[in-house]
């Protein structure tokens, strides 16, 4: 099964992204799982702004089986986006507390 992350990120350099997740990513994959990349480091100057950050997120959902919700997601406006579009279109969810 493939999966990616969802967790809150404002504020955050995609350093210290990576780093908080990288034991749940470590975990996932003991567990079987195939974990996809979603911290971009490749948005060109102009286009990186939170909604183009999420619009992105969201394609990666068409092509994941589910989608692992970190701590403090139900905080975060791009991730409770990402929740209802993974709830709507049938995808597997699980939610960390």
């Known amino acids: 099964?493939?999966?990616m992350i969802s967790q809150p990120m404002r504020?955050?350099?995609n350093e210290q992204i990576r780093e908080?997740?990288?034991e749940l990513v470590e975990r996932l994959q003991k567990e079987g799982y195939k974990v996809v990349d979603?911290?971009?480091d490749d948005f060109p100057k102009?286009?990186?702004t939170p909604v183009h950050y999420l619009a992105k997120s969201i394609e990666f959902i068409g092509d994941v089986d589910g989608v692992v919700f970190m701590q403090g997601w139900e905080n975060a406006r791009g991730c409770k986006i990402e929740?209802?579009?993974a709830k709507e279109y049938g995808k597997f969810i699980k939610v960390l507390n």
């Open 1 to 3: 099964m493939k999966l």
């Open 11 to 13: 504020g955050k350099t």
């Open 20 to 22: 908080e997740r990288a």
């Open 38 to 40: 979603t911290v971009f």
């Open 46 to 48: 102009g286009k990186d």
């Open 83 to 85: 929740y209802q579009v």
